[in-house]
C-alpha cells in the first residue's frame, strides 16, 4: 500500500471498492460518501460485535482505508486486521469502547490528499513546484482533506453511531503517507482530535517511485516538516501523538527524520504519557508489519487510565 508498487496497488477507482467482510464485529458501508472538497468515496465504519447505541464509542478516522480490515480484497493480500486488535483490546478491557471508520485513499491523488499543504509552503519554491506538479498532479488537497473529515465526515459519522463527540474520543491513524495527514490533523485541528498515531511516517514526503531509497533523502521537504511541526503541534501534554518505525527497506531511512521530530517534541516539553516514539527492529513497510504492532498504538491512544 505504501512503496511505489503498492501505490499503484491502490489506484482502483473508488466508486469500484468492494465491501470489505470480517469475521469479528460488522462493516457497514456509506456509500459514495459526497463532500464539497474532494472527490466523493465509500467509508467503511466498523461496529464491534456488542455494539449498542446504548453505549458511547471513541472513534478512529483511519487512512489508507482499502487495507484496513480484508486481505482478501487488498492488492497485495495483506490488512492491518485493526477490527481483530481491537476487539481483543476491548474484550480484556485494557481500551474503551471504538468504532473505526475506513477512509479510503484517493488513488492517484494519494499524495495530493496525504502531503501536507503548510509543509509544501515552507518548502523552497522550486521544489514546491516540482512537487505539485509531479507527485500531487498539480492538485494539492492535504487541507481540503481535512476539511471533508472535519466538517462533513465526522458530523455524519456522529450523528449516525454512538459516539464519544470530544477530542479525548477522536483519534486519527495512518502509516507511511497516512502517518504524514494523521500527524498533520492533530496539529491543524486539537480541537477535534485528542490523539494521532503515524506508523512508518514517511517524513520524506516524496514517492517512492522517484527512485531507490537512499535517494529519497532530499532535505528539502523534511526539513519544511519540521519548521511546520515546531510551530503548530498542540501545546505539550494536551494531546497524545504516537510515531514508530522498522528498520528495513523504506522504513530504513526514517530514523533520522523521526529522531529530529522527537527532540522537537522533547524540547516543547512532552512528556512519555502523551508521546511515544518507537523503532522496531527489523520491521518493514507493509501491512503486515503494522498489524503485528498496532496493539502498541491502540493502547497508548485508547487505553483505560
Not at 460518501?33 to 466498523?46: Q, T
Not at 449516525?160 to 502517518?179: H, I, K, L, N
Not at 533523502?217 to 501534554?237: D, V
Amino acid at each position: 500500500m505504501m512503496m511505489a508498487a503498492a501505490s499503484l496497488g491502490q489506484l482502483a477507482p473508488l466508486g469500484s471498492l468492494t465491501q470489505p467482510v470480517v469475521k469479528v464485529g460488522r462493516i457497514e458501508r456509506l456509500d459514495d460518501f459526497p463532500s464539497r472538497f474532494v472527490e466523493a468515496r465509500p467509508i467503511d465504519v466498523w461496529l464491534p460485535s456488542d455494539y449498542s447505541p446504548m453505549k458511547r464509542y471513541a472513534v478512529i478516522y483511519m487512512q489508507d482505508g482499502q487495507g484496513l480490515f480484508d486481505a482478501d480484497q487488498t492488492w497485495n493480500k495483506q490488512a492491518w486486521n485493526v477490527h481483530l486488535a481491537l476487539s481483543k483490546l476491548m474484550n480484556d478491557g485494557k481500551i474503551q469502547d471504538a468504532i473505526v471508520v475506513g477512509i479510503p485513499n484517493g488513488g492517484q491523488h494519494r499524495y495530493s490528499e496525504y502531503y501536507p499543504d503548510k509543509y509544501l509552503a515552507l518548502a523552497p519554491q522550486d521544489v514546491r513546484a516540482d512537487y505539485v506538479r509531479r507527485a500531487q498532479w498539480d492538485k494539492p488537497l492535504a487541507d481540503a482533506y481535512l476539511r471533508f473529515i472535519v466538517e462533513e465526515l465526522k458530523p455524519a459519522i456522529d450523528q449516525r453511531y454512538a459516539t464519544r463527540r470530544e477530542p479525548a474520543g477522536t483519534f486519527v491513524m495512518g502509516s507511511s503517507m497516512g502517518g504524514m495527514i494523521s500527524i498533520y490533523a492533530i496539529c491543524e485541528y486539537p480541537q477535534v482530535f485528542g490523539g494521532a498515531a503515524g506508523l512508518s511516517t514517511h517524513w520524506v514526503g516524496r514517492p517512492s517511485s522517484w527512485g531507490a531509497p537512499e535517494r529519497l533523502q532530499n532535505a528539502s521537504l523534511p526539513l519544511a516538516a519540521f519548521n511546520y511541526l515546531q510551530g503548530h503541534l498542540p501545546r505539550a501534554n494536551t494531546r497524545r501523538l504516537y510515531m514508530d518505525h522498522g528498520t528495513t527497506g523504506l522504513d530504513a531511512i526514517y530514523g533520522i527524520h523521526q529522531a529530529v521530530v522527537d527532540e522537537i517534541g522533547r524540547e516543547m516539553g512532552y512528556d512519555a504519557a502523551h508521546w511515544q516514539s518507537r523503532i522496531f527492529e527489523g520491521a518493514g513497510h507493509t501491512e503486515t508489519d503494522w498489524a503485528s504492532r498496532v496493539e502498541i498504538p491502540l493502547i497508548f491512544l485508547l487505553g483505560n487510565r
